[in-house]
Structures are given as C-alpha cells and as structure tokens.
C-alpha cells in the first residue's frame, strides 16, 4: 500500500500591520510547524492587508487549492476587521449571531469588570453552519466551517490567542476529519564548519528534495541545518524510513554534525561540560561578549560558566588576562600567540577547567593587507595543552563575530571530545 | 492637485525552511516597511516551497497585479534554489550565464581563500536581459527584468544579504523607474521604559493609523518604536507635513524617546562616550555578555570600551571586580549593594571614567517569594557618584536579559545626559 500524500494547507493571514511590515508574521511560521507535526503539507501562506475584495477571492482560491485552511486576524470588534464578513461572502453564507458565543463575550467582560462596547457583539456574528470556536484566552471567538472540499478556520490574530485556540480547537477538529494523512517523522542535523553548498553535495546521494525521506538545508546564524522528513502509513513506518537515512547521514558529516533539533552549538558544549563537571572561562575581544551571551542564554549554566572576560583594550588584556605588552608588540592584539596567552591567562586567573579565547579583526576597519578583516585566533586551554586556530570568516562585522563565537565552541567541543 | 496612488507592490518569499514554520519571514516585513516609505503599497505577501510549478505560476500572477515584485529567496548554489530558473520560465526567457557574475562570485571566494564547489557556478544564471544586482556581503548575486508592466526583482533570502541588495540596487532603481508615486516622509522615534499602550496613548493626538502623518507602534527587543509616515506631492511637502508631528511627540515622550531610526540605546550610549571622549567599562551577572555584545556590534567602540567582565560566578565578582565576600553573603548576588560594589569595582580596577553593572535573576529558576524571577539591580558609577536602579522586568529568561541589558544602557545614557 502506498503512503497517502500528505493533504495540502495553506495559512491566510490578513491585517495591514502585516503588509505595511509593523508586525513580523510569527503566526504562520507557528501554525506551519504545527500543521507539518501534524502530517500536513503546508503549501502556501499568503498575507493580505484589510480589504474585502482581495480577501474574498484569496479565500475562495485557497479553498480550491488545499483541504485545510486556517485565516488568522479579523476577528476583532473595529470596521477594519474583516474575516466573519469576508467568509460569509466567500462562501455564499449569511451571516448570523451565536447566543451561546455572545454570551461568552459578555462574560469574559464581566469577568474582568470591564465595560463591554457595543461593536464587541459583531464578534458573535458568524457564517451560517460555522462551528463556533472558543477563544481561552481572550474576546474573539473563531468559527470552522466546509467549504467544498476544504476545512477553513478562522482564528484571531493575536498569537497567544491563535495558538492556544489551534491547539484546543482545530487540531483534534483535524485529526478527526483527516483520518488518513500520512505520519511524519523529522530530524535535524546540526552542522559547523561546513558550507551549505559541501553539506549538499554530501548527502544528496541519502535524500533529495522530492524523496522519501526530503532533505532540505536551512542556515541559521551561518551554520547549516540538515533536515530530513520521512512519510509514512503510520507513525512507526516513518520513523523506520527515517532511522537509516539520519544514521548514514551523521556518519557523512562526522565531528561537522555537532547537535540535533535546534540546538545551538552553546547548548552542546554546556551540557558536555556538565556531563563531565569541568568549569569554564572565556576571554573575548572581537567577539566582545557573544559568547558569553550565547552561553548564558542556556537556563542553569551558572553551574559551568565561572567568568567571561572581554578586553576590548589592549590594557585590558595585559592586566587581566596577563598578556604581556611585549607580545601584543611584537605579535600583534590579532596573533596566534595572543588568542593563545588569553586563553592560557583566562584559565590560570579563573582557576578553570577549560578556557577558551578569541582574538580577530571583526571590521569595517582596522583590517590590513597582512591581516585582513576577518582574520581571527581561536585558542583553547585544556587541562595543560592549548590549541590555536586561525581562521578567515567572509561577511559582515556582525556575522563575523557570530561564525568567530560558534567556531571557538566547537573548538572546545573538539577539546572535550576525547573526554568521557 | 491630489497626492497620486502609490503603485502596488508585492512580495514573494520562496523557501521550504519558511512554510515548514522553521524560519519566521522577517524578510517580508522589512521590505514592507522600505517599500512603504517609498511610497509603494505593499498589497499582497507570498510565501511558497521550493517547488517548481506553482512558484511559475505566482510569479505570472504577481506581476500581472503589481507595478513591483520583490523575490526573496530561492538563489544558492543547490538544486532546490528554484528563482533563476522559475523566473525565465514564468517570464519565457533563456537561462544565460553572466561572465561578470561569474567572476565576482569567483573573487567572492578566492578573497577568502576558500575553494568554489562547481555548483557555485550556477549562481551566474540569470534569465536573459535582466540586470545583475551585486551582492556586497555573500556569492549570490540578484537580479531584475521588466516583466509586462511590473519590475521584477530576486534578492537572497539571507537577511543581511536581502537587506543590502535592496538598499544599494533596488531602492535607487525603483526612485528612478516610478517618478510618478506619492513622496514620503518617514521618522521613527525609539523609545525606553514606556509600553505599548502608554506610548499610543500619549501620541493619539498627533497622528492615527490613517491620518497624514500615519502613526504606527512596533515592538523590537521589548523597546517600542513610533514610526510616523507623512505623504506628499513631493519630498519637500512629506517633510513639511511630518515635521511639526515628529517635534510634538519628541516634547510628549520626554526622555522616553532615546533615538531615532532604527537606532539601539547602545548606538546613543557609544555616541555620547565618544563626543565626551569618556571611557566605559561594563561589569555584568545575569546579562551574561549581552551588553559587552550590543556595544561590539557597532564599529569603531574600542575607541570608548575598556572592557566587560561578565562575573557569572560569586568567586568571579570577588577576584575580578573586588566585590566583598562578606558582603554577597550578606545581600545576596542580587542586591542593591553588590549592583553599586561591582560597578565601582570595575571603574576601580579598569580606570574607565564611568562603569554600568547589572546583576538579576532571569530565571526559570534561582527565584525567590522575597526575589522573584526578573528582580535586576543596575547600577552607574560616574566619575565620584554611583546611582543603583531596581527593575521588576516581566517575560522569559531571554526577554529578561534583553530588557535588562538595555535599561542598563539607559542609565548610562541619564547619567552622561547631564554632561556637555
């Protein structure tokens, strides 16, 4: 038997805040995950600004095009908020008000002792044979109705209220209704060091784009994210398709495939050093404290982190880190021998486990022909070895600095690696 | 004489990353907003798969409905980068490699002495007669061509890379080819320690969402931006109307009001350190970096910044900032007192002339009933005087960091405010 293809969705977002750019649309790349997890092919999103006509026809093709569609914004009480209107008209329904839904609203009012406006009762206005659907967390109601072949919701705009209503409301309304969808399993590999064009090249011969299990490749703060999703009848068939393809997969990548599922090479390195209760120190210069943002992110690192000390000033390195002023003399702030004696120093003052520094010329200015913008010292302080690297990192000043923090990582994940 | 109707524009994002809900579309938002102050309407967002068929079939639509279509995404070196292709698909033209493209993209990587896949080749297709658009951070070039009566343009879908190809190629191309548009007049005013409410609030009276000028609230990093939008029959009558609207909100929001355009509080800090030639020094806890990393993100702050020690440990705020043992036990890290000791601290012991500290709880643990979650102490040693701040910030660690990192900022800023 053959896997079923995954049924198609589309997202429907309207509201001016979005086309005039006020508001990044975080709600369709929400609902995309969801419907994905779901066993969904999300295929489209479009987003239109707060008129009619526009609105009516995108919603009329969209039920043409997928078996579910889920419009988010509109339900508010203003003019400007279009969806129950505009549904009613695309789909050739009248408009009628829910008892049952106005009373909610009322309630939700009286609730939290506020006045209710008389334009807040068009929010119980739907199109005739919607199921209405309760809003948790806040006044608009949302309504599911058919339409020819496809499930449209309407869901309010506001994220908190459209996720908690598409968790409550419409996903048990889709697995109801879809019985038959193929089951997906995901995973995704974590890559550094790699560009995405070599990742590419390795696994194409595992997955493609329109396979089973498809590989895409996203980049994320300029590493490279495998992901591999597999289909199947049933839960247990995708992850059987799945299970070989990601094994072949890290072994193909080897030591570049440092995580999975979105972890941040930060997120790796502080759990190793947990598992092994080593502590930490960092000096930075051109990275200027990244690193021990991105560190600190990571909730419970105190156990780990002792201190991270960013001299920005060549002083700042002589006096707490111990470089001495001949060397950035005779080397430079930007050498081998100094990312080496920030790290040696870092560890030796902090009383650390492990240290790690780095030194560079993140730019626009301050490059030379010898040493240009982009050059950057990575060295590592384990136990009583260092290693330095130099590396050259393309990009602006900001991206520079990002590559330049995750590479120093990674060079204390390698560090750690031979460690149990 | 009437203002014109602004030409229509749309954009369409292509991307398996984007409709699997991996990648929140940041990039539609941005263009909205540079294409609206341009004076385009932006009337339609698309976002598709790498998908062949359908992405043709978008690109014909849009550009029979919009004077303007704005690709992004869909221009690297893999087989799933579908743009050049669908473009001369869609628009019937050949593919057509560009000798110029191609040499860039090869100086691209020679510069940086690392080896070009072969597939890095492909990125010089371009369909024929459009014009190359240079890419000044990253190997994918661009590309625009007249499409019936829009212009059709494709930008990479890496942020920065979008960002400065629309700046320094579109933007001038779209001023030249649609003379005709509305002029447009743009200020936005950034804001600290206000919320969202208080600040439409206080500026409902100068302008609405669909007055002349137009106001509009966004939220970034936790901080709310005013942007007012003035239009005109010309640049100079934009300016007119918008200019007595930005001098009335900047006397409402007071202090409040830290920077324009886009800037960050850390931008106004480095720029006051620098007209008063005064050195900074930054001693952080719970931020973890994140204020050294704001500073170093903008160029030339190693003339101001010493250095940031980020004392994560209690040991650290001991050996690193000369902050008493004795008295960390008595107040706790997170304490009025241990706040001013560790920014006199780091004055003492970098010699800067002024010195912020911030330490906090930013959770998910570590709270208590007497110090909750989100308690931070900042405080600003200047020259002879230290002044400390409670905050009580609501959200998630991350949030909680972000707030913190920027009020900090914002204390600095109030204590220099003073000095000429």
Redesign the interface.
């Known amino acids: 038997m053959a896997i079923s293809r995954a049924p198609a969705a589309e997202i429907l977002c309207s509201g ?11 709600n ?9 997890d779901l066993g969904f092919e ?8 707060d ?1 009619m006509d ?1 609105y009516i026809e995108e919603m009329r093709a969209a039920s043409r095009r997928a078996r579910v569609v889920i419009l988010s914004g509109g339900l508010g009480p203003t003019v400007d908020d279009l969806t129950r209107e505009a549904a009613a008209r695309a789909f050739g329904k009248k408009l009628v008000r829910s008892g049952e839904a106005l009373a909610e609203i009322r309630a939700f009012f009286a609730k939290r002792g506020r006045p209710m406006a008389p334009n807040n009762e068009r929010q119980a206005d739907f199109p005739k044979g919607s199921k209405v659907l309760r809003n948790p967390v806040g006044t608009a109601p949302g309504f599911a109705l058919r339409a020819g072949r496809a499930l449209v919701a309407a869901l309010p705009g506001v994220p908190p209220e459209l996720r908690a209503m598409f968790d409550r409301e419409v996903a048990p309304m889709l697995e109801k209704q879809f019985p038959g969808r193929p089951a997906v399993a995901t995973k995704e590999l974590e890559t550094i060091g790699l ?4 990742v ?2 390795r696994l194409s011969g595992i997955a ?2 329109d396979g089973n299990p498809r590989l ?5 703060d300029g590493l490279v ?1 495998a ?1 591999l ?1 597999a289909r199947g009848r049933t839960s247990a068939e995708a992850r059987r398709v799945l299970a070989p393809a990601v094994k072949k997969a890290r072994r193909i990548l080897g030591a570049a495939a440092f995580g999975e599922d979105g972890q941040d090479i930060s997120d790796v390195v502080v759990a190793m050093l947990q598992k092994r209760r080593l502590k930490l120190s ?1 000096a ?1 210069s ?8 991105l ?3 990571i ?4 156990a780990v ?9 060549n ?2 390195k002589v ?2 880190l111990g470089v001495t002023a001949a060397m950035i003399r005779r080397e430079g702030a930007v050498s081998a021998a100094v990312a080496a004696a920030m790290a040696e120093g870092s560890q030796r ?3 650390a486990d492990v240290a790690v520094s780095v030194t560079g010329i ?4 301050g490059g030379t022909a010898l040493k240009p913008v ?1 050059l950057v010292y990575c060295a590592v302080r384990f136990r009583n070895e260092t290693t330095v690297k130099e590396l ?8 520079i ?1 990002s590559r330049a923090a995750r590479l120093a990582l990674d060079q204390v994940r390698s560090a750690l690696a031979g460690v149990p």
């Open positions: 001016d805040e979005l086309t005039l750019g006020r508001v990044v649309n975080s369709a790349a929400w609902l995309s995950r969801r419907l994905s999300v295929v489209r999103h479009t987003t239109l600004p008129v526009p560009a995405e064009s070599e590419d090249r493609t784009p895409s490749l996203m980049l994320r994210t992901r999703v960092v930075e051109c990275t200027g404290g990244l690193i021990g943002h560190l600190t992110k909730p419970g690192v105190s982190l002792l201190e991270d000390i960013v001299t920005y000033a002083e700042a006096n707490r003052k902090s009383g993140a730019g626009p200015g982009g050259r990192l393309p990009g602006d000043r900001v991206m600095q």
